[in-house]
Nanobody, 120 residues
Framework: QVELVESGGGTVQAGGSLRLSCVAP????????MAWFRQSPGKEREFVSM????????RYTASVKGRFTISRDNAKKTVYLQMNSLKPEDTAVYYC?????????????WGQGTQVTVSS
């Protein structure tokens, strides 16, 4: 079992920045692929970004490329999502996930989410 705890959400004006953190307090994350997803009201949960075990493989959804940066610090058991140039359409609950592969079906552990609200 991997417990994941997200933090860093909040309300920011369009064009602003936030940095989300996801920590696994109970165990190492070094053997897991880590990911961020988000979900807006009335919409399905969607993929945002994913990072491989050693950080060498990274993926982003097209709408956040060039604005968001995912990173990880295995020693701190933490994965980050730096979000710049935020837009109102980025408003969502952001979830951290961990798993054994880049396929969403292999992400077996999820956090409770952190709310990000971007005002226009």
């Amino acid at each position: 079992q991997v417990e994941l705890v997200e933090s860093g959400g909040g309300t920011v004006q369009a064009g602003g920045s936030l940095r989300l953190s996801c920590v696994a307090p109970g165990r190492s994350i070094s053997s897991y692929v880590m990911a961020w997803f988000r979900q807006s009201p009335g919409k399905e949960r969607e993929f945002v970004s994913m990072i491989g075990r050693d950080g060498s493989t990274i993926r982003y959804t097209a709408s956040v490329k060039g604005r968001f940066t995912i990173s990880r610090d295995n020693a701190k058991k933490t994965v980050y999502l730096q979000m710049n140039s935020l837009k109102p359409e980025d408003t969502a609950v952001y979830y951290c996930a961990a798993g054994l592969g880049f396929d969403k079906a292999k992400l077996g552990y999820w956090g409770q989410g952190t709310q990000v609200t971007v005002s226009s």
